[in-house]
């Protein structure tokens, strides 16, 4: 079970070039989701999706964008890279559960893109 | 904006001794979740807690979750070199969708043979 399998895991880019970060789950999970963590910085949400072709921006979207066509796939887009957008990227998944009406859903991380902007 | 802040932010101790890291907020959260996280990889999950007051047990883990929901502590017994690794809390809010997820900034544990 390859669980939620990210490319690249790293690259290098240089200012003003784009590219995809792509993001698969085999779980059938409905949540996905995109964080961005710098050190000593935690993990920061930078846009998350509930569904196929659903998708809502996180805490720090600017500069990024996503689609979700298909369960399976979340790929992030970065268009004209910048040098603070210079950090490792995770992606996760989650199956919504709740307990007594909250959400408990366990998230599931890829082991992460490396990304430098030069 | 919700915060959750872990403390101590570092912790690097010797094999066998004690230690306990925090996560205070002054908000409500609905669940609290503990990850690990090993260099190089996504973090793990090890525990939720739901329930004000709550204490949960992972082998030599102990979680509590604070009675109003605000805070928890992680506790580690006899720390092995195998605990190092950055340990992250995350609450969650009532309902919705878990983009409404927090995460603290993680404590750093080193666990010195």
């Known amino acids: 079970n390859a669980g939620v399998t990210q490319t690249p895991k790293f690259r290098i880019l240089k200012i003003g070039q784009s590219m995809t970060l792509q993001c698969t789950q085999d779980?059938?999970?409905?949540?996905m989701y995109w964080y961005r963590q710098d050190p000593g910085m935690g993990l920061k949400l930078i846009y998350y999706s509930v569904g196929a072709g659903i998708t809502d921006k996180g805490e720090v979207p600017n500069g990024y964008n996503v689609s979700r066509s298909t369960t399976e796939d979340f790929p992030l887009r970065l268009e004209l890279a910048a040098p603070s957008q210079t950090s490792v990227y995770f992606c996760a998944s989650s199956r919504q559960r709740t307990s007594g009406g909250k959400n408990t859903g366990e998230l599931f991380f890829g082991e992460g893109s490396r990304l430098t902007v030069l | 904006t919700q915060l959750l802040e872990q403390s101590p932010q570092f912790l690097s101790i010797q094999e066998g001794e004690n230690l306990t890291v925090y996560c205070n907020s002054s908000s409500v959260f609905s669940s609290l979740q503990w990850y690990r996280q090993e260099p190089g990889e996504g973090p793990v999950l090890l525990v939720t807690v739901v329930t004000g007051g709550e204490v949960k047990k992972l082998k030599r883990l102990t979680f509590q979750f604070g009675d109003a929901r605000k805070d928890s502590s992680l506790h580690i017994t006899a720390a092995q070199p195998g605990d190092t690794g950055l340990y992250l809390c995350a609450g969650a809010n009532y309902g919705g969708s878990q983009g409404n997820l927090i995460f603290g900034k993680g404590t750093k544990l080193s666990v010195k043979p």
């Open positions: 779980m059938n999970h409905n949540y």
